[in-house]
């Protein structure tokens, strides 16, 4: 069950944190692994492709993909984050966030879904958030980027369902990665593990995820035996949607 044997799979921001422990189970899991991510982490493993590739950049996004001939799987995890209300989010960061988040997961899906509608078959996973249903706290444009994610989910996988191509997201809450830690040694110097404790019980089940419980959800999502599902997202988020305020 579960197994990835013989299929490819690309993986956004997977140098990094969720998309790293994807693409780790992928490859454990017998697909070939592609990431597409900025720079090249020394300890990048030898059993895993890395193509140097800014995704909000049509030419170094097509250069790549273009390479394929066939292709099972496209992850779009790789995502920027920015602390503010609409008050204190520039044009700069607003457009910056969008670039990544939005922008960059539209021309890597324009990108790939010739070669999976070739060959009749593909799984589109986006890293969406829960920011786009609960809209976060000084996450403005964050869970606006996020929303769009959810709704291009849908749209997708509307357009290109009697192609054979699923198009399904994962929204999880907070999980431990570079990512978190990033953002508390940025925007709370000095007060990184206190801010840590607060951001880890805003989940009632009193923890953040581990990157690899993402990893499995979208292990099962992205692999044949989930084929009956498409145009759905889905929350793993320690209760976060459902429990808090109650
Ligand atoms: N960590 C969390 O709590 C959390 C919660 C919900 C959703 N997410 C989402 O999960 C995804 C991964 O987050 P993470 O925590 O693993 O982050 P991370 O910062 O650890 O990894 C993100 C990766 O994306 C890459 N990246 C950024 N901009 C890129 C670009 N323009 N082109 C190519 N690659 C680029 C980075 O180099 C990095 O390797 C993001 O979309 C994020 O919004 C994270």
């Known amino acids: 069950m579960f197994s990835l044997s013989g299929k490819i799979a690309i993986i ?14 992928f490859h454990q899991q017998g697909a070939s692994v592609h990431i597409l991510d900025i720079q090249k982490p020394e ?41 503010g209300d609409i008050e204190t989010t520039s044009i700069e960061d607003f457009n910056r966030v969008m670039n990544v988040n939005v922008f960059g997961t539209f021309l890597c899906t324009q990108a790939c879904i ?13 890293i969406a958030s829960i920011a786009a249903s609960a809209g976060l706290e000084k996450r403005f444009v964050y869970s606006t980027s996020k929303g769009a994610i959810k709704s291009m989910t849908l749209s997708i996988a509307k357009d290109y369902v009697k192609e054979g191509i699923r198009c399904n997201s994962i929204s999880p809450a907070r999980v431990h990665t570079p990512f978190v830690d990033g953002f508390l040694a940025r925007f709370f110097p000095g007060k990184e593990k206190e801010k840590f404790e607060q951001l880890a019980q805003t989940q009632p089940i009193g923890r953040m995820a581990q990157t690899n419980e993402i990893a499995l959800l979208a292990l099962y999502l992205c692999s044949d035996e989930a084929g009956f599902i498409t145009g759905t997202d889905y929350p793993i988020d320690g209760g976060f949607l459902t429990l808090n305020g109650q």
């Open 43 to 83: 300890d990048f493993p030898v059993y895993l492709t890395f193509h140097t590739v800014n995704i909000t950049d049509s030419v170094q996004v097509q250069s790549v993909v273009t390479t394929f001939t066939s292709l099972d799987i496209l992850v779009n995890n790789a995502g920027i984050a920015h602390v």
């Open 114 to 126: 010739p070669v999976m509608k070739k060959n009749k078959k593909g799984v589109i996973l986006n």
């Open 12 to 25: 956004t921001g997977g140098a990094s944190g969720i998309g790293k422990a994807i693409a780790e189970l």
